[in-house]
């Protein structure tokens, strides 16, 4: 598991790998991880990332329909730190293609639409119909709560892959609706803790999330007082790219005049 987890990330080691058979090992061994030492279930678990890319959505299907996305979503649970890193890898893979898998909600017309209208059967973030196995929704997958409580560890590496996973959830159009189940799953106020982390990288991915998510009022206004002393540590002490963006968001926040210099 560990060899095949650090061969060459290409298409054709890839297809060589499958031709092998090894992802049908690979499942087995991570569906059945509670009577698998830890060492394997991690190099099992990294092993995995290749085969969920974004790029290779027939291969993501493939992998989805066996079912191990929800079986990734509970052993964030538990395991090592490097295994949670290496799932929230491959939910970030998936979740990248959810909003082009997304199935168009069908709106059927009848004699009553008038009165009651029909239910949003949509889905929360990408509109359209998901499934866990169609689309990797991970709102379908329950993985949200999950991949927040990541968001505590003290591994740099887990932290940064869960922010990267939940952080799909924002990405262009999806703003404002992703910011919503985020803030319903408790993932904006952790994100306002790391821009205190000692990790720059966990920082400044946290600063140009937070800078797009703080353009609303609702959360600019909910999260203004915890937010406030962090951006201001970091527009004296950070990067002259962070403290551009730190001082974009406090100007958000109507604690930093636009014109700062700071900018």
């Not at 298409?11 to 499942?27: F, R």
């Not at 009577?35 to 974004?54: D, V």
């Not at 998901?130 to 932290?159: H, M, R, W």
């Given at each position: 598991?560990?060899i095949?987890?650090?061969?060459?990330?290409?298409p054709?080691?890839?297809q060589w790998?499958l031709?092998?058979?090894?992802?049908?090992?690979?499942?087995?061994?991570?569906?059945?991880?509670?009577h698998?030492?830890?060492i394997i279930?991690?190099s099992?678990?990294?092993?995995?990332?290749r085969?969920t890319i974004?790029s290779?959505?027939?291969l993501?299907?493939?992998?989805a329909?066996t079912?191990?996305?929800?079986?990734l979503?509970n052993?964030?649970d538990s395991?090592?730190a490097?295994?949670?890193?290496?799932?929230?890898?491959s939910?970030?893979?998936?979740?990248e293609s959810s909003?082009?898998?997304s199935?168009?909600v069908?709106?059927?017309?009848?004699l009553f639409a008038?009165c009651i209208?029909?239910?949003?059967?949509?889905?929360?973030?990408h509109?359209g119909?998901c499934?866990?196995?169609?689309?990797?929704?991970?709102?379908e997958a329950?993985?949200?709560?999950?991949?927040?409580k990541?968001?505590?560890e003290p591994?740099f590496g887990?932290c940064?892959?869960?922010l990267?996973?939940?952080?799909?959830?924002v990405?262009?159009?999806?703003?404002?609706k992703?910011?919503?189940?985020l803030?319903g799953g408790?993932?904006i106020?952790k994100?306002?803790k790391l821009?205190?982390s000692?990790s720059v990288r966990?920082?400044?991915k946290?600063?140009?999330?937070l800078e797009?998510?703080?353009?609303s009022?609702?959360?600019k206004?909910?999260y203004?007082?915890?937010a406030?002393m962090?951006?201001?540590?970091?527009?004296?002490?950070?990067?002259s790219?962070m403290k551009?963006?730190?001082a974009?968001?406090?100007?958000?926040?109507n604690?930093?005049?636009?014109?700062?210099s700071?900018f």
């Amino acid at each position: 598991m560990e060899i095949i987890s650090n061969l060459p990330r290409n298409p054709k080691m890839t297809q060589w790998i499958l031709e092998a058979g090894a992802l049908g090992v690979i499942i087995s061994i991570l569906s059945d991880h509670f009577h698998k030492p830890g060492i394997i279930i991690e190099s099992a678990s990294g092993a995995l990332c290749r085969f969920t890319i974004s790029s290779d959505q027939e291969l993501q299907k493939k992998v989805a329909e066996t079912g191990i996305i929800t079986v990734l979503v509970n052993m964030l649970d538990s395991g090592t730190a490097s295994t949670k890193k290496y799932i929230a890898v491959s939910l970030r893979q998936f979740s990248e293609s959810s909003n082009g898998l997304s199935r168009p909600v069908e709106r059927k017309l009848n004699l009553f639409a008038c009165c009651i209208g029909s239910p949003d059967t949509g889905c929360a973030v990408h509109t359209g119909i998901c499934t866990t196995e169609s689309s990797f929704c991970l709102l379908e997958a329950n993985a949200i709560k999950p991949l927040v409580k990541v968001l505590d560890e003290p591994d740099f590496g887990a932290c940064e892959a869960s922010l990267d996973a939940l952080l799909t959830l924002v990405n262009g159009e999806q703003l404002l609706k992703g910011s919503k189940v985020l803030e319903g799953g408790g993932a904006i106020a952790k994100m306002v803790k790391l821009l205190s982390s000692p990790s720059v990288r966990l920082q400044e991915k946290t600063l140009v999330a937070l800078e797009r998510i703080f353009r609303s009022p609702e959360y600019k206004q909910k999260y203004k007082a915890s937010a406030q002393m962090p951006l201001v540590e970091i527009t004296q002490r950070g990067s002259s790219g962070m403290k551009s963006v730190a001082a974009k968001i406090l100007a958000h926040l109507n604690v930093l005049h636009e014109q700062s210099s700071f900018f």
